[in-house]
């Protein structure tokens, strides 16, 4: 048959993305999908003066985005609507009014053109975004999945074969990074901030925890982090002469703590899967030294590590393309014309 395209929507967060992907062959061929064009609005700017994302202010600013977005995705890919063959979206986990954003203008989509729709779970595709990078991994592999409101080790024999490794008890990787990065004063997000801060500072300057390191748990503990920091933070003389350095020095501490844990609970999941291949994914994928660390440890190992694109680590249209074109090709999935403003913020 001809090719299939599939119109991604996400709008879970504080990110506007649609994308279009195009499986070449169509659901029954084998051809790996291709990501046609994309478009994002990022929320960041608007989100920064609060400290956070308000989940009002978002809602609003999908509902400007979408249109125009998809204009631009369109143009993008020199293709008109009628291009679109099946219309996924995200429909969970996240805000809930900004899920039904991305939700309603699916099913409004569908319901104008007569497509099927498909909903997408959000980590499902950071999970395969990987596959849009030219030198995508195999199955199977550990993934690693680290994002703002997720920290996850899992098996992935196939799509939707995922035997979840190992979980955070408490704070994500992401929200580690946030929450540090605003007792210092950094802005939000927090992530990319505390990590720009610690290239000035001396990673061993601080000595902090590193939870649930020990025997062979593969969870993840991060509130307990947040706590060191906020102690060593108060034993701080802001009028000190080397009250500057003393801050990047913390943040140097703090990113080089959850990354050691990071890295070992990877390396201890291909040890125990005794796979030879890893994925990581998600928003503090993009940090640049865990792509260091992990990738040295690995190397020494035999193990290839797989990092979607550096513009596809955080949110975007296009993972939700994809995960939506990747489940209708594995025949996991099937899309539907009940449009079922069913999210799940959850
Ligand atoms: O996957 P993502 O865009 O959104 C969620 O689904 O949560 O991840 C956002 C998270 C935030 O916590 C952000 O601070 C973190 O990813 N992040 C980083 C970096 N870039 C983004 N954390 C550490 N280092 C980075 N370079
Ligand atoms: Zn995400």
């Known amino acids: 048959s001809g090719p299939l395209r599939v119109l991604g929507i996400e709008s879970s967060c504080d990110e506007t993305g649609i994308a279009l992907v195009e499986l070449p062959e169509g659901v029954g061929g084998a051809a790996p999908p291709r990501l046609l064009a994309q478009a994002l609005h990022s929320q960041i700017d608007m989100h920064q003066a609060y400290g956070g ?8 600013d ?15 890919a020199g293709l008109g609507l009628d291009a679109v063959d099946v219309v996924a979206y995200t429909q969970g986990p996240g805000l809930a009014g900004a899920l039904l954003v991305g939700t309603g203008m699916a099913c409004a989509l569908g319901m104008a053109l007569d497509r099927p729709v498909l909903g997408v779970h959000h980590l499902e595709g950071h999970l395969l975004s990987p596959f849009l990078s030219v030198d995508p991994p195999q199955f199977p592999f550990v993934a690693l999945l680290v994002s703002g409101g997720h920290t996850q080790l899992m098996r992935v024999d196939g799509v939707g074969h995922y035997t979840m490794l190992g979980e955070t008890i408490d704070d994500a990787a992401g929200e580690a990074f946030d929450k540090t990065a605003k007792m210092l004063g950094l802005g939000y997000p927090g992530g990319p901030a505390l990590a720009k801060l610690a290239e000035q500072g001396d990673d061993a300057a601080f000595k902090l925890p590193r939870p649930l390191m020990r025997g062979d748990l593969l969870d993840f503990s991060f509130a307990g982090l947040k706590t060191a920091v906020w102690t060593q933070l108060n034993k701080l003389d802001p009028a000190a002469e080397d009250a500057a350095q003393a801050r990047a020095d913390l943040a140097a501490s703090t990113q080089a703590a959850i990354v050691d844990v990071l890295v070992a609970k990877s390396l201890l999941a291909l040890k125990q899967t005794g796979l030879k291949r890893m994925v990581v994914a998600g928003g503090v994928g993009a940090n640049r030294r865990l792509r260091a660390q992990l990738d040295a440890q690995c190397r020494r190992r035999g193990v290839r590590v797989h990092y979607p694109e550096l513009h596809l680590c955080t949110d975007n249209g296009a993972m939700i393309a994809l995960a939506g074109a990747m489940r209708l090709q594995s025949g996991r999935a099937q899309a539907s014309r009940e449009y079922a403003f069913d999210v799940r913020p959850r």
């Not at 999908?62 to 995705?73: D, G, K, N």
């Open 53 to 60: 994302v308000v989940p009002e202010l978002a809602s609003r």
């Open 62 to 76: 999908h509902i400007r985005r979408v249109v125009p977005l998809l204009r631009e995705t369109l143009s993008g």
